[in-house]
């Protein structure tokens, strides 16, 4: 099962684009990938998922490279309220066990 | 719509009791995940119930164990506590319309419930 890797931390002012990267250089093929925002004291929040290619939706845009070994969740123009952890997750389409990453905590100044 | 509810939020064991946490699904939702947050190993799945069963399971050891009413509530027990269970205990639900494993749909997390071991 693959093992995801994540930077601890990021900073970023105001407006700024975020991008924050993954690898995941053992992902099978049928293995997805999900990112997932928390606050403190809550639950993990689902940000966005995807397989290959580019997915984007009303908050972010996921990246996605052909070889799969990493991907890239992007933040357009954060904002304060941005401030949180971000986990990647890899799920095996074979065996049903989901992998974290161990966060990365983003700090959005302003 | 009510979110995922999780009780009780705070817990506090002593080492070798046992611990029953309970998790109430989204309504409609027939799928239920069991995860342990610790600062040191992060994020880890612990299982997942699905119409009563137990499709998935994570790579604990089998003081943990749960089980999903027919309401799709679900429960989590950890036998003969050790002060490493101390962590944030959380539970995700999710539809499970394809039948599939919790990947392929969105999750929704509970706030979790925070266990201390002493």
């Known amino acids: 099962l693959a093992k995801t890797t994540q930077p601890i931390s990021m900073d970023s002012y105001e407006g700024q684009e975020v991008n924050i990267t993954c690898s995941h250089n053992n992902i099978a093929t049928n293995d997805y990938i999900t990112w997932y925002q928390q606050f403190p004291s809550q639950g993990p929040r689902f940000i966005i998922q995807g397989y290959k290619t580019k997915v984007t939706n009303e908050v972010a845009s996921l990246f996605i490279p052909a070889d799969r070994k990493s991907s890239t969740l992007s933040l357009p123009r954060v904002s304060l309220s941005d401030t949180a952890v971000y986990y990647c997750l890899v799920g095996s389409g074979n065996t049903g066990k989901l992998i974290f990453g161990q966060g990365t905590t983003l700090q959005v100044k302003p | 719509k009510a979110g995922v509810t999780q009780t009780p939020r705070y817990l506090i064991k002593t080492r070798g009791q046992q611990v029953t946490l309970s998790c109430s699904p989204i309504s409609g939702h027939r799928s239920v995940s069991w995860y342990q947050q610790t600062p040191g190993q992060g994020l880890q799945f612990l299982f997942e119930?699905?119409?009563?069963?137990?499709?998935n399971k994570g790579n604990f050891p089998g003081r943990f164990s749960g089980r999903q009413f027919s309401n799709s509530r679900s429960e989590m027990n950890v036998s003969t506590l050790e002060l490493g269970d101390s962590a944030l205990y959380l539970c995700a639900s999710h539809r499970g319309l394809a039948g599939g494993p919790p990947y392929q749909e969105t999750q929704y997390f509970g706030p979790g419930t925070r266990l201390l071991v002493l």
């Open positions: 119930y699905f119409s009563e069963t137990q499709r």
